[in-house]
C-alpha cells in the first residue's frame, strides 16, 4: 500500500456497489482514505469497499436508507477504526452504535445566500477527529471579492460549543447575509437539541 492518505468524494446516485469500484480503486492509488459519499446514493452494498485498503473514515449521507454490511466487512471497519459520519438517529449513527465503530456527526449546511456577484455558504464542519469549525465559503464567478469580501474563512468552535453557544450566538459569528438563514435553520436547531441530550455530537473516538 502507498504511503500517506486520500480524501475520496463519491458522486454517484442510487445503489453504491460492486460495478463502481474499478474507479474509485483507481482514484484511492493504494492510499488509506477518507470517504465521503454525497446526497443521491440511497443503499450501500458492502462490494464497494473492496476498491479500497484502509478505511480511514466514511461519511454517509441522509438519502442513504439501508446499508448491506456483511459480518465479515464489519469486522474489517473494527480492526481499522474506521470513523462513521452522519447525523443523529440516521443509518450510519444506528450502524456505528451496533457495531461500537467512532461516530462523527456530519457536516451541516447552515447558511447559503446568492446574489448578483456571489453565492455564499457556510458550514458547521466536524474534522477528522471531531473538532469543530465554522466554514464560510464565497463564490465569486470572474470576480476576485463579493460583497462579503470574497474567499473563505474559518472559524474555531470548542468542543462544548453546544453548550456554550445558541443558534443565534453561531448565526452572529458568521457573514452578515446569512445571519436570517442561519437562525431559521432547522437542521442546525435539531442538532443543538440532540447534542445537549446527548452530551455531545460524537462517540467512541
Known amino acids: 500500500m502507498s504511503s500517506g492518505f486520500k480524501d475520496i468524494i463519491v458522486y454517484e446516485k442510487g445503489i453504491l456497489g460492486t460495478k463502481d469500484n474499478s474507479y474509485y480503486r483507481t482514484q484511492a492509488d493504494g492510499k488509506m482514505v477518507y470517504l465521503k ?5 440511497t443503499q450501500i452494498e458492502e462490494g464497494f469497499f473492496d476498491a479500497f485498503g484502509i478505511i480511514l473514515e466514511i461519511a454517509i449521507p441522509d438519502t442513504v ?5 456483511s459480518e465479515e466487512l464489519s469486522k474489517r471497519l473494527k480492526e481499522q477504526n474506521t470513523v462513521i459520519k452522519g447525523s443523529f438517529d440516521s443509518c450510519a449513527d444506528k450502524y456505528a452504535k451496533a457495531q461500537n465503530l467512532p461516530f462523527i456527526h456530519s457536516d451541516i449546511q447552515i447558511g447559503y445566500s446568492e446574489g448578483s456577484h ?3 455558504i457556510i458550514t458547521l464542519c466536524f474534522g477528522h477527529y ?5 466554514y464560510q465559503n464565497s463564490v465569486s464567478p470572474g470576480i476576485s471579492a ?3 469580501g470574497g474567499g473563505e474563512s474559518r472559524i474555531e468552535l470548542k468542543s462544548d460549543f453546544y453548550l456554550r453557544n445558541s443558534q443565534k450566538d453561531i448565526a452572529d459569528m458568521c457573514w ?3 445571519h436570517k438563514a442561519i437562525l431559521e435553520n432547522n437542521k ?4 443543538l437539541q440532540k447534542a445537549k441530550a446527548r452530551n455531545g455530537y460524537t462517540r467512541n473516538l
Do not use: A, E, M
Not at 459519499?37 to 446514493?41: E, L, P, T
Not at 471531531?130 to 465554522?134: D, E, N, Q, R, V
Open 65 to 69: 436508507s439501508k446499508l448491506n454490511f
Open 176 to 178: 452578515g447575509c446569512c
Open 130 to 134: 471531531g473538532s469543530p469549525y465554522i
Open 188 to 191: 442546525l436547531k435539531t442538532f
Open 146 to 148: 463579493s460583497s462579503t
Open 118 to 120: 456571489s453565492r455564499d
Open 37 to 41: 459519499i454525497c446526497q443521491g446514493v
